[in-house]
């Protein structure tokens, strides 16, 4: 079946546009995470959908920052007023359960964005 | 803060040979599951190998096993007759602490397979 995709895969804004990054998971897959990787780091927990419930925002580094996900599939990830900080690789993953209780989480291809 | 350490930035191994990767982690849960990540030049980050604590046998898959060292939160990665398609960043993950959901991430290692 279809993984996880993700849109668009490049982003090129300038700093103080909006920007919207949006992310298909997998069907029937409870948990969607977003993460930020900067260039040659791991990457780092943004937020978490359970449906579509946010349960954990603790991640946002601004409230620039907001995710939704109200129909419980598809979530988009908003960034307003973008700073050139923002540049990173945007990663979505979901998961059909837990990662305390070992369920893997599926990555996106992600979306590179770059802010000028 | 739960940690998770890589404290090899790149390593670089012949076709063939074994390779083995580290990771240590820092956590006060007794059971957890730790993870294996990989993530190919360009493509999306995939599972290589999964852990439970509470389980003392080492995991493997295929050409892939791990030394899971609990008492001393180590968890290496071992890749057995290295291939080309093995060259990536790795990086080594768990859930911070129970009931959450969130993998926190190592720093990565940059693993190249040389042929």
């Known amino acids: 079946g279809a993984g996880v995709s993700q849109s668009p895969r490049y982003k090129v804004a300038k700093r103080g546009q909006d920007v919207a990054l949006r992310c298909d998971p997998i069907s029937g897959h409870v948990s969607l995470f977003w993460y930020q990787q900067a260039l040659g780091q791991g990457p780092e927990f943004l937020t978490y959908?359970?449906?579509?419930?946010?349960?954990?925002k603790s991640g946002l580094p601004s409230d620039r920052f907001f995710a939704e996900r109200p129909e419980g599939s598809v979530s988009t990830l908003k960034i307003q007023r973008t700073q050139q900080e923002d540049s990173a690789v945007y990663l979505c993953a979901s998961s059909p359960g837990t990662s305390f209780n070992g369920n893997e989480q599926f990555f996106g291809p992600g979306t590179r964005l770059t802010v000028l | 803060a739960q940690t998770v350490t890589q404290s090899q930035p790149e390593m670089s191994v012949q076709e063939a040979e074994t390779v083995t990767l580290s990771c240590t982690y820092d956590?006060?849960?007794?059971?957890?599951?730790l993870f294996w990540y990989k993530q190919p030049p360009s493509r999306q980050m995939i599972l290589v190998i999964r852990q439970e604590a509470y389980k003392q046998q080492n995991a493997t898959e295929n050409r892939f096993s791990v030394n899971f060292q609990k008492a001393a939160k180590s968890f290496s990665l071992k890749i057995s007759d290295s291939q080309l398609g093995d060259t990536a960043m790795y990086f080594c993950a768990f859930p911070t602490n129970f009931g959450n959901e969130k993998l926190t991430f190592g720093t990565g290692t940059r693993l190249t397979i040389i042929p």
């Open positions: 959908f359970q449906n579509e419930a946010q349960l954990d």
């Open positions: 956590t006060s849960e007794n059971n957890y599951y």
